[in-house]
């Protein structure tokens, strides 16, 4: 394939990307392009010398390992042998492989990325909760990750990016390829765990928050005063989760987070409430002890749609690496995109790409049936991706209902029917095969609700966060007695809410 075909006499939204980011002329010309269109195409490069070191490209975007390039780079190398990893989400092939770099002539490297699916055909959109990069790299960012909604943090516990500046007259932005960034994100990261904020017009004044003083539900319910605003819970594992969750504040929950790594797993809670290590052991273990805290949440007959984030810029992530798919019919826009993901109609991944409909309906859907009558879900799934699939699990209330091997999901695309005789909910996950890290997919639940027993409330659920409630006050340490008092009495409250959900208790 020629080189010459770099520059065509027209050109595309990549190559146009390509001019607006200057990068130094070198002896190395790097291509990547769209097998189909043999177009440039905008994509992540994880480039390294023979010693491991992660190499930049000029001014291009680079963050910890990799960076971004619209379709093409110029880059001055040192004479040696490099590795490389070029990837485009989770929608294209991955290629990787090594050249060499001569001193008496310039390297030519050109690869080819093919796409394996475009869910946004089929209608699914995908974004993510938690990216933490400059503003001006956004566009090219969400190109290169195939990323089509991304709310940008730009204020965190006492960093403020507009301290001392007027605040942007316009925070939503509307890119090509129907993708918005909006550029007043927030996060409130303290003692208790992170709340993140989305579609404020202003930040939230919690610049001079000590550790555990002001309560985050103070910051929250001045969130609340704002209809638009979506708060999500970064990680279910989080002290002040239960004190979240009793408030009937929060929109959704970050089941795919940024302790999920690219390469590796954070494998800890951090200050968060910990996991039985011994039954849940490392490097995975922190992912299923996610999944698990998730599932208490719903069993305890509460129904918040899982989300996705990566904290890009913080920790080691690529943008989108974390990231939920939301159903929508019709166009894109972004206020569509929030309305479904409130409804569940959605799926999270950092690989899998795992499409499921029961009876033919989407993720978030409520089955009803009048009292002594079953629902039966006949639930077929699509699955894509790159990483190898040993088995497709239905969680039904909690536990794994059913494994079905991938070789037998392949010959039909079903996974069966199930039946239910009284209310619960169930969803779908796909674990790959990675020993490193916690890699999955997972669609929201879908509701079962038979006779007047709406919801499905376990006590063994609702006492797990009676007792985390328990264990929480007892780490409150402020040496302000009013100050304490006014902390603990959010807590109290969640108690309370907490032992009247046990009375209505109607499941183990």
Request: hydrophobic residues 40%; charged residues 25%; glycine residues 8%.
């Amino acid at each position: 394939m020629p080189f010459a075909r770099l520059l065509p006499a027209t050109i595309g939204f990549a190559l146009a990307l390509l001019l607006s980011y200057p990068v130094n002329a070198g002896n190395v010309q790097l291509r990547i392009e769209d097998q189909a269109t043999h177009q440039p195409v905008a994509c992540r490069v994880h480039l390294k010398d023979s010693q491991g070191k992660p190499q930049r490209a000029g001014s291009l975007p680079f963050w910890h390992d990799h960076f971004v390039c619209p379709g093409g780079a110029e880059l001055e190398l040192p004479p040696g042998e490099y590795s490389y990893e070029v990837e485009r989400g989770p929608e294209y092939t991955a290629v990787a492989g090594r050249f060499l770099v001569r001193e008496d002539a310039p390297t030519r490297v050109e690869l080819e990325l093919k796409r394996l699916v475009e869910l946004a055909r089929d209608g699914w959109w995908s974004g993510e909760l938690h990216v933490h990069r400059p503003i001006d790299e956004i566009p090219l960012l969400m190109e290169a990750e195939d990323l089509h909604v991304a709310p940008v943090i730009t204020w965190w516990n006492n960093r403020n990016l507009w301290s001392g500046k007027p605040l942007p007259a316009t925070l939503l932005h509307g890119l090509a390829g129907d993708r918005y960034y909006h550029v007043m994100g927030g996060e409130d990261e303290r003692e208790g765990g992170a709340l993140l904020f989305f579609n404020l017009a202003e930040p939230l004044p919690i610049t001079a928050a000590g550790r555990e003083y002001p309560s985050p539900m103070k910051f929250l319910a001045m969130a609340r005063q704002r209809p638009s605003v979506w708060v999500d819970i970064e990680k279910p594992f989080w002290w002040d989760v239960p004190v979240w969750l009793a408030s009937g504040q929060v929109d959704s929950i970050g089941l795919a987070n940024n302790h999920m790594c690219r390469s590796q797993m954070f494998e800890n809670e951090a200050w968060g409430k910990p996991r039985d290590e011994r039954r849940l052991a490392a490097p995975l273990g922190n992912g299923f002890w996610t999944q698990e805290i998730y599932y208490h949440i719903l069993n305890a007959g509460l129904h918040i749609p899982p989300s996705a984030g990566s904290a890009s810029g913080v920790l080691p992530n690529p943008v989108g690496y974390n990231r939920v798919y939301v159903h929508l019919d019709g166009e894109l826009s972004y206020e569509k995109w929030w309305d479904g993901l409130r409804a569940g109609r959605s799926f999270v991944t950092n690989g899998p790409l795992l499409r499921v409909r029961a009876n033919g309906e989407l993720p978030g859907h409520v089955f009803a049936a009048p009292a002594g009558n079953e629902v039966v879900l006949d639930i077929r799934a699509a699955l894509a991706g790159r990483d190898p699939v040993r088995a497709l699990e239905i969680i039904l209330n909690g536990r794994v209902e059913r494994s079905v091997p991938y070789d037998e999901w392949l010959r039909t695309g079903s996974l069966g029917k199930l039946r239910f005789r009284e209310s619960g909910w169930m969803l779908v996950r796909a674990i790959a095969d990675n020993p490193k890290t916690f890699r999955f997919a997972a669609t929201a639940p879908f509701y079962v609700e038979i006779g007047d027993v709406r919801q499905r409330i376990s006590r063994s659920s609702v006492r797990f966060f009676l007792d985390w409630i328990a264990q929480r006050m007892d780490r409150v340490q402020l040496d302000d007695p009013v100050q304490k008092d006014e902390v603990l009495a959010y807590h109290t409250a969640a108690r309370r809410f907490w032992e009247e959900r046990l009375a209505k208790a109607n499941a183990d």
